[in-house]
């Protein structure tokens, strides 16, 4: 991917879904990212009645987290080679990567 790669934000993306808000950023920035899943995690199992029980959280736990620093790096980086890099990674990790956790698509106006 050349250096004009257009511009992703996850934060643009979540605002223009009416998912955030400024307000919300400040105050998400407050918090620890131990805070920020805890707090996920408890609001979750208030959807389901406090019964997360049977979910493969622990085993969940590395995919979820791999999931998000893509998104992060695929936003932050000017190229995919900046991303690979900043990963510590190599090209052709980093685009399987991208394309095994569906990265590009999840930026993509169309895939709503």
Same mark, same amino acid.
């Given at each position: 991917?050349?250096?004009? =790669?257009?511009?992703?934000?996850?934060?643009?993306?979540?605002?223009?879904?009416?998912? $955030?808000?400024?307000?919300?950023?400040?105050?998400?920035?407050?918090?620890?990212?131990?805070?920020? $899943?805890?707090?996920?995690?408890?609001?979750?199992?208030?959807?389901?009645?406090?019964?997360?029980?049977?979910?493969?959280?622990? =085993?969940?736990?590395? *995919?979820?987290?791999?999931?998000? $620093?893509?998104?992060? @790096?695929? @936003?932050?980086?000017?190229?995919? *080679?900046?991303?690979?890099?900043?990963?510590?990674?190599?090209?052709?990790?980093?685009?399987?990567? $991208? =394309?095994?956790?569906?990265? =590009?698509?999840?930026?993509?106006?169309?895939?709503?």
């Amino acid at each position: 991917m050349s250096s004009n =790669k257009k511009y992703y934000s996850l934060s643009n993306k979540l605002r223009k879904e009416q998912k $955030i808000n400024e307000n919300f950023e400040f105050m998400l920035s407050q918090l620890t990212l131990e805070e920020v $899943i805890g707090l996920k995690l408890e609001s979750a199992c208030k959807l389901v009645d406090g019964k997360l029980y049977g979910i493969p959280l622990w =085993k969940s736990l590395k *995919s979820v987290v791999n999931d998000a $620093i893509l998104k992060y @790096t695929y @936003t932050a980086s000017k190229t995919k *080679s900046d991303g690979a890099r900043f990963l510590g990674i190599n090209l052709s990790q980093y685009n399987y990567l $991208i =394309k095994k956790y569906q990265t =590009k698509s999840y930026f993509d106006e169309n895939a709503d």
